[in-house]
């Protein structure tokens, strides 16, 4: 009954591979975000997407995408990986309806590694 | 430009005694505060939150403080326990998006 699940837990990949990570939630949410935890263990928003709007942190390179197939999925596509993509990227996903609680609920988070 | 800052990177409490974790933050536009806990190697788990028109939110064990005209806010573990050791983050957000802007986490080891 894992709320958001992410796939894989670990990658390991070389330089210049495109990779995607995938991340589904169950809890009904209405929003969806990605997050970046870098080696300095800082945890940065990449994107928010509800089937309304998508918001890029406009540090995020474009070689970024996120992909939502719908409500309940939201992945992560990353090209042309580079060594400093390596860290751990998180999923999370909450409501965002006025007067909802704004709650964001995390993935186990996947481990980048890019040789 | 960190909008929100934890300044004690670690803190150590003897169990049964209170821990006070502290978050200043800089925008003015935040108005709901959320602290998270993580173990290692899992996500961030939402502990308790705090909107903007309080200054005290309480649930069990775990209390926040809002400071509004301090831009401060800390939270309050109480007794603590050996099972809280753990890193505490702090989060701020605003707008419609509600993305969260984290603190760099504080390191709280409770000693039995």
């Known amino acids: 009954d894992t709320a958001v699940s992410q796939t894989p837990k670990y990658l390991v990949t070389q330089m210049g591979n495109d990779k995607s990570i995938k991340c589904e939630q169950n809890?009904?949410?209405?929003?969806m975000y990605w997050y970046k935890q870098d080696s300095k263990k800082f945890l940065k928003i990449m994107f928010s997407?509800?089937?309304?709007?998508?918001?890029i942190n406009e540090t995020v390179p474009n070689r970024f995408s996120p992909k939502s197939p719908d409500k309940a999925h939201l992945n992560l596509h990353i090209n042309s990986l580079e060594l400093g993509d390596s860290a751990v990227y998180f999923c999370?996903?909450?409501?965002?309806?006025?007067?909802?609680?704004?709650?964001?609920?995390f993935g186990p988070g996947t481990r980048l590694t890019v040789t | 430009d960190q909008q929100v800052k934890q300044n004690s990177p670690s803190l150590s409490v003897q169990e049964g005694r209170i821990s006070i974790l502290n978050c200043d933050y800089t925008n003015s536009m935040f108005d709901y505060f959320l602290w998270y806990k993580k173990y290692p190697a899992e996500g961030p788990t939402f502990l308790i939150s705090i909107s903007s028109i309080k200054d005290k939110n309480e649930d069990g064990r775990f209390t926040v403080f809002l400071n509004k005209s301090a831009k401060h806010l800390s939270l309050h573990i109480v007794p603590s326990q050996p099972g809280d050791s753990a890193v505490y983050f702090c989060a701020a957000t605003w707008g419609s998006a509600r993305q969260l802007t984290f603190g760099s986490g504080t390191q709280l080891t409770v000693l039995p």
């Open positions: 997407y509800n089937n309304k709007e998508l918001i």
């Open positions: 809890l009904g949410h209405d929003t």
């Open positions: 999370a996903s909450s409501f965002t309806r006025k007067n909802a609680l704004y709650e964001q609920y």
